[in-house]
């Protein structure tokens, strides 16, 4: 089985293959067979055709990987036991959690699998993707299973409130009021694996916050799984300012769209892009990058999206 790495710089080949081919040697220890580099290809000397798979899906992830992290042993180590159990769609059939009506809810591609392990296994998580990819709801469905499980004592969920493209002219109300309609999809979210019954209680008794990030400055937030939602709409001092409240024994989630960005560019750099550029190597945090293949929605969804991308 060969693995092609014509498409990658010199640089990424040469953080995959290791100084002094370690991470080959590594991977041939996992594999029990030996490993080859040649002609930019890595080639698997084996014939069996499910350690073939597992070593192609592997590969898959640590190329991504290697365009913002430093691919080191442990770094192998973890996505070779990610893929131990994981074969085919093997994934599909995992139930991740249940809906206050007994739905079982499942990742539908590998990358909502893997965003749900990176979740399980860090203190912050990264995710950057398409609409329809399942972002907010996978967060906040990890969010609600830490919370049943007594594994954190509230949820905090917040985004940006930045119109996008249009104004909504005056709405009544404080802070929180004028920005609920930002938050909507948030709401949806909580609904579905909730109940609204059960969701407006534990809002009411302050267990699960939503709330606009300017709430989020001068707070420490220790025991609490933190979502934010629509990042790409944070600046730099936002961002930094949100990063910043993560207490111990917390979760952070970090998600949104960089295709998406309503900031005024030329007056404010986006967070979310700092932050991967600046954080992406650091232990404890993980990024994870969903592509147009990660749509779930409507089929339509995707093609939209290839047909509006801007090169």
């Known amino acids: 089985m060969e693995y092609s790495l014509k498409d990658l710089s010199a640089e990424q080949i040469q953080n995959i293959i290791g100084l002094n081919d ?26 069996d055709e499910e350690l073939s798979v597992k070593f192609e899906r592997q590969l898959d992830g640590i190329v991504r990987a290697s365009q913002s992290n430093i691919i080191d042993r442990d770094l192998i180590k973890q996505s070779f036991i990610d893929l131990k159990d994981v074969v085919e769609d093997d994934y599909k059939e995992e139930v991740i959690a249940y809906a206050h009506n ?19 296994r860090n ?17 906040v469905l990890m ?30 109300g404080d802070l929180k009021e004028k920005v609920d309609p930002y938050l909507m999809p948030i709401y949806d979210a909580l609904d579905a694996i909730l109940g609204s019954e059960q969701k407006e209680k534990l809002i009411e008794k302050g267990i699960i916050e939503v709330i606009p990030l300017a709430y989020m400055r001068g707070r420490t937030l220790d025991e609490a799984f933190v ?20 207490g111990f024994s917390s979760k952070m989630i ?45 089929p339509l969804v995707q093609t939209i999206i290839e047909r509006f991308r801007i090169d």
Do not use: H
Not at 123 to 139: E, I, N, S
Not at 151 to 157: G, L, M, Q, R
């Open 254 to 298: 970090v998600n949104g769209d960089p295709s998406q960005i309503d900031l005024n560019i030329a007056r404010s750099r986006s967070g979310l892009i700092l932050a991967k550029e600046k954080l992406a190597d650091i232990r404890n945090i993980a990024v994870i990058e969903f592509g147009n293949d990660d749509v779930v929605r409507n």
């Open 102 to 120: 007994g739905k079982p809810y499942r990742c539908k591609t590998y990358n909502q699998y893997r965003f749900v392990k990176d979740i399980e």
């Open 123 to 139: 203190d912050l998580v990264f995710c950057l993707g398409p609409a329809g990819t399942g972002k907010t709801f996978l967060a």
């Open 22 to 47: 370690a991470n080959l040697l590594l991977l041939e220890e996992l594999y029990d067979c030996g490993i080859v580099f040649r002609d930019d290809c890595l080639k698997l000397l084996s014939d």
């Open 143 to 172: 969010a609600v299973t830490y919370l049943k499980k007594d594994k954190v004592k509230k949820i905090i969920i917040t985004r940006p409130a930045v119109e996008a493209g249009e104004s909504l002219g005056f709405l009544p």
């Open 227 to 246: 979502i934010l939602d629509e990042a790409q709409n944070t600046t730099d001092k936002q961002m930094l300012m949100f990063l910043t409240r993560l």
